[in-house]
């Protein structure tokens, strides 16, 4: 049965101990920065793809979740004067730079004005869901899903939306672990899931636009690393001190390392 919770607030979302998407990848790269809590701050740029997200999304919710700085010169009289009334007026809301906001209005215009609008038709946006990966409690909130086609669609702020640029963003930032993650949390609950799209757009003119999925050994990869982080996590309590571990073995002091492969590479 799903077990869909509704209203929630991001921080309630957050808040929540069950483990999500970015509580994976934190595990996998320091189990013990996780175990101590140690979030990363929010950039502009983090800021920006959230904007995006609730222009294509909830565009309803913009005007009450951001507030638009204005220009001003805080030296002066008339300038503390607008800044003091837009502190007052923006208490609660997340600030965007106007020029973040400009770039921000443009990327989802271009991704709502693109064949890629047809994505975001009957479905439901950011919903939290709650499900279980191996004895573990884990949750996923979807840009947006499609339940009657089977569909999650993620949106992906990224520099290069070519193919070969934005594949190389997945292997960085682990989209493909997110993407297992999203999937298999649905479908744990009972939920219909045949395809994981990602919508991309670039941040600069023309703000180009891409549509892809991954392939099914991207995605298989993906779900090795899930199931790599929940073993890490049923043993968290072994990383208790800020000193790297062997995540298979935390017995050993000294690991071996490996150079990476350009190095050879360079040598030859």
Avoid at 41 to 51: F, K
Avoid at 80 to 93: C, L, M, P, R, Y
Avoid at 181 to 189: E, G, P
């Amino acid at each position: 049965m799903s077990k869909l919770i509704q209203p929630m607030t991001n921080e309630q979302y957050h808040a929540h101990p069950a483990l999500g998407s970015t509580n994976i990848k934190e595990i996998l790269k320091n189990p013990y920065k996780f175990k101590m809590g140690v979030k990363k701050e929010q950039t502009p740029a983090m800021v920006m793809g959230s904007a995006i997200h609730c222009m294509v999304l909830e565009p309803h919710l913009f005007d009450e979740d951001y507030a638009i700085a204005p220009q001003y010169d805080g030296r002066t009289k008339e300038g503390k004067a607008i800044k003091e009334e837009f502190e007052t007026q923006s208490i609660g809301k997340t600030v965007l730079r106007n020029d973040d906001y400009v770039i921000a209005k443009s990327c989802a215009d271009a991704i709502l004005q693109s064949d890629a609008k047809c994505f975001f038709q009957g479905g439901i946006a950011e919903k939290e869901f709650f499900g279980e990966i191996d004895g573990i409690e884990v949750k996923c909130k979807p840009d947006y899903f499609i339940e009657e086609l089977g569909l999650v669609v993620d949106i992906k702020k990224t520099v290069d939306a070519s193919k070969d640029g934005f594949a190389k963003a997945c292997a960085n930032f682990g989209y493909h672990v997110s993407a297992a993650h999203y999937i298999d949390t649905l479908r744990s609950i009972g939920k219909r899931v045949d395809k994981f799209v990602l919508v991309c757009v670039e941040p600069e003119f023309p703000f180009m636009v891409a549509v892809y999925e991954f392939c099914e050994a991207d995605l298989d990869l993906g779900r090795e690393k899930v199931k790599q982080a929940i073993e890490i996590y049923k043993r968290i309590d072994e990383f208790d001190k800020p000193l790297y571990r062997d995540k298979e073995d935390t017995t050993q002091l000294a690991q071996t390392i490996v150079l990476p492969s350009y190095a050879h590479y360079q040598n030859n």
